[in-house]
């Protein structure tokens, strides 16, 4: 019995040594069986959560690019509004400047002929 783990133990080393020497085993095995990446994960105790496929980046570049978006939104809105309510409030000193201006002038001008 002892006989047999020495030789199994030999035996994993030799397969060690293989699969380090020769990756490329590795991936054909991969290939054949995807599954088996989960579970060695699994095995290793690396929880799936920790890993991100394609899908996932892509899912999360378009939710920043939204969340973006919509920040970038937030920033025009307002700047419409403040850029129309200027306009009025620019409206507005012309309008109260305008008859001041024109009361000068006539005090002036009644200065300079009277």
């Known amino acids: 019995m002892v006989e047999n783990v020495a030789n199994s133990d030999s035996d994993v080393e030799k397969v060690k040594k293989v699969l380090i020497e020769h990756p490329e085993i590795l991936l054909e095995v991969i290939k054949l069986h995807p599954y088996i990446i989960s579970e ?8 799936l959560y920790n890993v991100s496929t394609k899908d996932d980046i892509k899912l999360l570049i378009e939710l920043i690019n939204k969340r973006f978006e919509d920040i970038n ?18 409206k507005l000193i012309v309008s109260f400047n305008i008859p ?8 002036l001008i009644k200065l300079l002929m009277g």
């Open 40 to 47: 060695m994960l699994r095995l290793g105790g690396i929880p």
């Open 73 to 90: 939104k937030r920033f025009e809105d307002p700047k419409y509004y403040v850029d129309k309510r200027i306009g009025l409030l620019e």
């Open 100 to 107: 001041i201006l024109l009361a000068v002038i006539g005090i």
